[in-house]
């Protein structure tokens, strides 16, 4: 049944690319009319959810119609949402119908309306939606992909975290809300969490708030986090359109989980006045941050630090050049050992993002109240890297692949830990590191390994062909996007 309802979402996406509507577009559209369908659902029994969509525009009035009158109605229903005030005006901030053959429209409407959403799996919604954002990527060339966390990550991510009800989560470049989503499962799960009614409450309204700087996403973000129950339709979005980079809002929190977006440099376009477009690196001069660059990661590492409670609690995907970068990314690591216990690193395999070449670890530490001596006593480092070989289609991430990881991490007590790494098992992928060790280590670098990498040695059992190839071209980009950088540096100066 999941097979057969992804392929009539896909065969659809198909007959529209042929009119010029790009994934993108079809995404978006598929996204409003999906959002009044299911809340035409939870307004019914056995939810019967107040929402407050306008009779007038309930989607009722939608499959009613065909023809012209279908078009016009679903024109003049996006505009008047877009006027609202509260969330549904931020979800239909500024959209547009990009369907325009409305026999096509309502062939979509009618596929629509075959279906009882709200009654599927997360995952099987969850399958559609990721294929879409996968293919989103594919077709647009940009990368739109990388900003999407593999799930069994996050999920990997909020059981290691275990974050409690009553306390409030943050996240500064939200994308579509995949770890707000993980942490409402989480602690809506009642073998974790028996909720009372004001926990309940606080979940819906106080837990979360986002920032996100591309339009079309923080509008997909919205819709995933309402028919999620989180927020309603009156009150004010848990999620701004907005560069949370700019300044401290003064806001701070219990948990901040995040992966910002890969791309070192923080940067703005313009017109000059030959209109032709230039880009201009962005530099947060800010008070509260302990270097000045234009690195976009290191920026996002400083104002996480800022965002956090005295005794708030992090985790950050993060590339590798954080780990090792000279000048401002050293200045930053030793004030991150200083200030908090950076007490753990995951290093992740290649292969588990949309964006090539990608090598991205995770981040976790503690605030702490200002003290004279670091903070950091040890880190300790997962390195599930090394000898480990994943791919988008065939052999995608899977959450069991990280149990391992959450056993190491040991969430309900982590000053319980014990290393799998010895003198006796030379293999073992998880290993403390204390202070004094990192401290001396060449620009303070967190990038440490120590296993070996059986393709390099094991040349009896080499692996698949398209494995090495895969790895080949992935260390090529890597290497593409490193010159890169070296060049934009030189023509600066």
């Not at 992804?6 to 559209?29: A, H, I």
């Not at 016009?72 to 239909?92: A, C, D, N, P, W």
């Not at 590339?319 to 000048?327: I, K, R, T």
């Not at 994943?390 to 149990?403: A, R, V």
């Amino acid at each position: 049944m999941t097979e057969a309802l992804v392929s009539k979402v896909w065969s659809f996406c198909n007959v529209l690319k042929d009119d010029g509507v790009s994934y993108g577009d079809y995404l978006e559209q598929l996204t409003y009319l999906l959002f009044l369908k299911m809340a035409d659902e939870y307004s019914k029994p056995p939810y019967n959810r107040k929402l407050g969509i306008p009779k007038e525009y309930n989607w009722e009035t939608i499959v009613s119609k065909r023809g012209a009158e279908l078009e016009t109605h679903y024109v003049t229903l996006l505009r008047e949402f877009g006027q609202k005030s509260g969330m549904l005006g931020k979800i239909f901030f500024k959209s547009q119908n990009k369907i325009s053959d409305p026999a096509k429209l309502y062939r979509l409407v009618q596929m629509i309306d075959q279906e009882s959403w709200v009654k599927l799996g997360t995952d099987v919604k969850g399958d559609i939606y990721e294929g879409l954002l996968e293919k989103n990527a594919e077709d647009t060339k940009s990368g739109a992909g990388q900003y999407f966390t593999p799930r069994a990550l996050i999920r990997a991510i909020v059981e290691c975290m275990r974050p409690e009800p009553e306390k409030t989560i943050a996240d500064p470049a939200c994308g579509t809300g995949g770890f707000f989503l993980a942490v409402y499962d989480f602690i809506t799960n009642k073998d974790n969490y028996q909720l009372n009614k004001d926990q309940l409450q606080f979940l819906k309204y106080k837990t979360f708030k986002g920032w996100e700087i591309v339009q079309s996403t923080a509008r997909l973000c919205l819709m995933n986090l309402f028919l999620h129950n989180i927020g309603d339709l009156d009150n004010l979005p848990p999620v701004e359109r907005a560069d949370s980079l700019i300044a401290d809002n003064g806001l701070r929190f219990d948990y901040v989980l995040t992966n910002p977006p890969f791309g070192k440099k923080s940067s703005m376009t313009f017109t000059n006045e030959e209109g032709e477009e230039e880009g201009e690196d962005l530099v947060y001069n800010r008070q509260d941050f302990w270097a000045t660059t234009s690195n976009k990661q290191l920026n996002f590492v400083q104002h996480i630090h800022t965002m956090l409670k005295v005794d708030g609690k992090a985790a950050v995907v993060v590339p590798d050049n954080v780990l090792f970068e000279g000048g401002a990314g050293e200045t930053v690591r030793k004030k991150l050992l200083e200030t908090t216990d950076l007490h753990t690193i995951l290093r992740l395999p290649t292969g588990i993002f949309y964006k090539p070449g990608v090598k991205a670890n995770v981040i976790f530490f503690d605030n702490c109240p200002a003290g004279k001596n670091a903070q950091t006593k040890e880190v300790w480092i997962y390195d599930f890297r090394t000898n480990m070989h994943f791919t988008l289609k065939k052999d995608p991430l899977k959450f069991e692949d990280l149990k391992e990881f959450i056993e190491c991490y040991h969430p309900a007590n982590r000053h319980k830990r014990k290393e799998t790494f010895s003198e006796k098992n030379p293999e073992g992928r998880w290993r403390k590191f204390n202070y004094d060790e990192i401290i001396i280590q060449d620009k303070t670098s967190l990038d440490i390994f120590w296993l070996k990498d059986k393709s390099l040695t094991d040349l009896d059992n080499l692996p698949d062909p398209d494995v090495l190839a895969r790895e080949i071209i992935e260390n090529i980009e890597a290497g593409l996007e490193s010159f890169k950088g070296i060049i934009e540096k030189l023509g600066q100066k």
